[in-house]
């Protein structure tokens, strides 16, 4: 077995890919939450000044993309391939946000594990040799989230106290592969100090690259649980099949990384998984952290179990954690993005919620 | 540059993997059109028995890829991972069809591209050394397309002469990693001669193997179509955008190929492609067909501009090409399936239909 796969489910990247840049865009809740800071751009108008929340979402992997590329100081051209998904049905904030960009693109969907998903899959294309540089970009939206998976805004139906909100809000990220290190053309060759291909963003800063070493692919795991208003419980499982899959392929215990961090379980999916994990001899508790108790302050806004959606766990790693991994406060973190696989049509057939979860492993 | 990328949209697979196995399954018009001898499983039931033609196209998912697998002779636990999609809001054919196979699974969305994106993608993950053997999975089903991009069937909506049927199908690929030639565990080690790995149904039969040797990303690309009944229009500029880049990054006329095949243009769309190549010096018509014409009778079957939806694409492939390269009738096809990246929802909002192709290089 070559030395890239590891155990069962993990492959390790032998030049691991760097995140040269990253950035996120959020809306009006977002901006009154305890991480405003991280966005690089806030829209108090839930349109974007778009006539459609759907709109709307498309603008916002615009911008995200747009700001990602000008951290990176570079074109659109300089992108290899961009992989991108997003909520909606047929996934068209992405193709319709990311199709003025003129690149290759695969279009990913994993709920709001698609983060995850999309940063392992371009590690994998980066590392195989097959672009030098990538993005990645995931975005979600709560109004055109409530309409597709619950119920019209317009119907002010009261949420139950396991639901979490859809965050509205972006994240992408600019991959580069080990090998093109001298090969990014800059955006304005006269620029000062452009990032280097190695992950910094700059030499004189004292900030360090930031790599993707590892990657567990997730398994679709069906637990039973049919109430769409508690996709913590649904994705807890995953979460747990896909950590307990990673610590045993790479044959470490749980305090290996700094922070262990979900995507969007929310407080009642992460007392699932915590306990799931205790019960195999993995106990998390001290470094774990999930985005969706990160973003809001739950109590002040009436948050009930947290953040969701895919743009909660991109918003957080573009926007905190690669940032704290490349500061030096953080320096090895599984990033674990968790899905529902659902839809407002086998919801309402009476399906069961299956759950995925991807994990990533990043090294400073 | 490494060998791996050829020009700007283009990659070589260094060992090229190997289609081990193909299968489909389709429904009552299919079987009553011409190709009805290709598929493996046929219903004359538009639910497969289920009580919802959502369920029916998870249902075709998990028969196309159990019949795959058995083809193969290999069991569920055999496969490195799954690369699936379908048309449904959320991909949900493929995570219900396939939940229960137990691998590590990728969602891609790439609407009637989604047989190619997933079959680049896996070559890439295969040829990159990340997984032995990989599952691609792509389906649609007439029934729940209409009632999701269209109108509901009840509400016997006429067809214009633009519109293309989408096919009742279901493709499943089994492809091989050429290292792993002598991993594949048997499903029955008492069987008689089971595949090679190295792609031949067997070795006493005479039959080859089938490679993908190279594939091409595709790029979204928008010409301002906006009517949902005319998908071939609305696709065909992307197809003639990747089928010329891929001959460019090869530097090969169009006679390279035996066949250079599409998903789904349909006749009209066939016709604005072969016009475009033209234009650039590429004459493709004599050894040029699409899989949307290739699946219905459309004169006797009252099917307009063809066939549709990306169970077209994936099932002319799995029955009919794939066999057709291992007997020798074809040596070298190009396989550029097309998607149209629109929603129910875009479209009412008034946007025009982005659309992709993504294609791949076969060979016997």
């Not at 590891?6 to 760097?18: A, D, H, L, W, Y």
């Not at 594990?113 to 030098?132: C, I």
Request: charged fraction near 20%.
């Amino acid at each position: 077995m070559p030395a890239k796969k590891i155990g069962k489910r993990t492959v390790r990247f032998e030049s691991p890919p760097s995140v040269i840049s990253s950035a996120c865009v959020g809306g009006k809740r977002e901006r009154e939450g305890p991480l405003s800071e991280i966005f690089d751009y806030l829209s108090d108008d839930a349109f974007f000044g778009e006539d459609s929340w759907e709109k709307a979402e498309s603008k916002m992997q615009t911008a995200a993309l747009e700001a990602a590329l000008s951290k990176a100081s570079l074109p659109p051209s300089a992108l290899g391939c961009i992989l991108a998904g997003d909520l909606l049905p047929q996934c068209t904030a992405s193709s319709f946000g990311l199709r003025g960009f003129g690149a290759p693109y695969w279009g990913v969907y994993g709920a709001c594990s698609t983060s995850a998903e999309s940063l392992a899959l371009a590690a994998m294309l980066l590392d195989g040799g097959f672009f030098d540089v990538a993005a990645c970009v995931t975005g979600s939206h709560f109004c055109s989230a409530e309409r597709q998976f619950r119920t019209p805004l317009e119907y002010g139906g009261q949420r139950t106290p396991t639901a979490q909100r859809t965050v509205t809000g972006c994240g992408a990220f600019i991959l580069s592969s080990a090998a093109s290190g001298k090969a990014l053309p800059p955006l304005n060759p006269h620029a000062p100090a452009p990032p280097t291909a190695r992950g910094g963003t700059s030499a004189a800063s004292g900030k360090a690259g930031v790599y993707i070493t590892h990657a567990t692919t997730g398994v679709i795991i069906d637990a039973g649980i049919s109430d769409p208003s508690n996709m913590g419980a649904a994705m807890a499982p995953a979460a747990y099949d896909t950590i307990s899959a990673h610590l045993r392929d790479l044959g470490v215990p749980a305090n290996h990384y700094d922070l262990i961090v979900t995507g969007d379980l929310g407080a009642h999916g992460a007392d699932i998984l915590t306990g799931l994990l205790l019960r195999d001899g993995f106990d998390i508790s001290d470094r774990y952290n999930d985005c969706g108790l990160m973003i809001y302050n739950r109590e002040e806004q009436d948050m009930h179990c947290g953040g969701s959606g895919c743009g909660c766990s991109a918003s957080v790693l573009a926007g905190k954690l690669i940032p704290e991994l490349r500061d030096g406060s953080l320096k090895r973190v599984l990033f674990c993005a968790t899905g529902a696989l659902l839809s407002a049509t086998s919801a309402l057939q009476g399906e069961s919620i299956p759950g995925i979860c991807y994990a990533v492993a990043l090294e400073r």
